[in-house]
């Protein structure tokens, strides 16, 4: 359940993507209770699970996709587990993604291992909490994620399983002062506003900031923040343009491209050139077409190495 601050939420329900039912009822052996869920390494020798990694490989999976809050302040995950034949070999885990718009698993943010002991049902639990995770829940609050159970098994006896049970995830977050904030910008009488560079987070494919033609971007990366897309707002009649991205950090290597914006999604122009110094790319754009940037760090930044600057400009 999902608390929206104002009495209402929401529920959301967790998905089986491919489901197995396990059930014996002879006397000595373990009989879960019928809505547990079990992760099962079944052997090559029985053939039962066609879901396979490959010939040595075996993986099942339980996710549920959700959206975090904004200024989310605690992510904890919590459930009772039971393994049987436990082998060293066999791997069991909790994960953290973030998602894409379409659903995709897209960046890995945490992945905390199941623990064999001890033995028996065992309450578990992690959490990312302030101000220990400070940076990577502000990089989270308001994004789309999934938590996911898996295990990754060898296909070989002992013919591991681990039950689960009472899977929970919880999210809480600081409810901030109910404020509307408007643009505005100032000139004088008499002049006209200059071309504007507007960022959107969290964004993607379908939901970009925008920039003018001449404006200039100021961007910024983060643990789980590696692309920033923007619109192109182009004036009638121009086609050449030059793409540009400097006053980056030492050492990095992230590129900038442009995409025609249609199914997809076509890409017209691209730097490309390796390393931190500054460089440009010029392109030729039609005038019936319309177009979005990408800038992509293509892996989490370091320390201290988050912002860029990139400006579309014409010739």
Known sequence: VVELGDG?????YWTILRQAVYFDSRPGYYQSAPYALALADETAASGADTDVVSATLDLDEFAQGFVAPPGLTQLRVSYSRLYTATNASDNVYSTLWTLTEDGYLDDLVEMMPIGESPTGWDNRYWELIQPTDAAILAALSGRPLAVTLAMLSDRQPLS?????????????????????????????????VGPVCTDAEPDGVTTRGSTDLNAVCS???????????????????????????????????????????????????????????????????????TYFVLVNAGAAPGAGQTSYKMSVTQR
């Open 219 to 289: 961007g910024s990366f983060g643990a789980v923040d590696q692309r920033d897309y923007y619109s192109l707002r182009m004036p009638a009649g121009v086609t050449n343009v030059r793409l540009s991205l400097y006053d980056l950090p030492a050492g990095t290597n992230w590129d900038a491209l442009i995409y025609e914006d249609v199914a997809g999604y076509p890409m017209v122009c691209q730097i490309g050139t390796i390393g931190s110094a500054d460089k440009h790319k010029d392109c030729t754009l039609s005038t019936t077409k």
């Open 160 to 192: 591991e399983m681990i039950w689960l049970d009472n899977i929970q995830v919880m999210a809480c977050y600081q409810r901030g002062a109910h404020s509307v904030y408007l643009p505005a910008v100032l000139r004088s009488f008499g002049t006209t």
């Open 8 to 12: 209402t939420g929401t529920i959301d």
